[in-house]
């Protein structure tokens, strides 16, 4: 099931000490803060789109700028999380299957392997296991 997978995942990065890089995945908090700042770019073009045609929201009256802000704010924040949630799950998978199968990672890929491993060594390094 999905919980169990999740368990053994978590199982998995105890036993190989790799605790400290669940709690460091800055890939997650980078990722949200690009869907704030696009959320935040579409929430201008519905503050452009209320100037160029302010008939759309005139039941609005006063509050017709920020309901347009509003609006495509939410639009745009949707959108940049669920493209950008793809992103976030090929590194989770990623990260998963080299913890999981790191000697087929070097069998079948030696120089991408040796490289990721590199990578892990200089900000890991007593954390790698490897």
């Known amino acids: 099931s999905y919980l169990e997978a999740g368990k ?15 709690t460091d995945d800055l890939v997650s908090n980078t990722l949200s803060l690009f869907c704030l700042i696009g959320g935040g770019l579409v929430g201008c073009v519905g503050l452009i789109m209320n100037s160029i045609f ?15 802000f509003g609006f495509a704010f939410l639009i745009g924040l949707v959108i940049m999380s ?7 799950s090929a590194v989770n998978t990623v990260l998963v299957s ?3 199968a790191p000697e087929e990672f070097q069998e079948n890929h030696p120089k991408l392997s040796g490289e990721m491993r590199d990578a892990w060594r200089l900000v890991y390094p007593a954390e790698c296991g490897f």
């Open 82 to 88: 669920i493209m950008l949630s793809v992103v976030d």
């Open 54 to 68: 302010p008939a759309w929201l005139s039941g609005f009256e006063g509050a017709a700028s920020g309901v347009s």
């Open 8 to 22: 053994n995942v978590m199982t998995l990065f105890h036993a190989k000490g790799w605790s400290i890089i669940i």
């Open 98 to 100: 080299f913890a999981e």
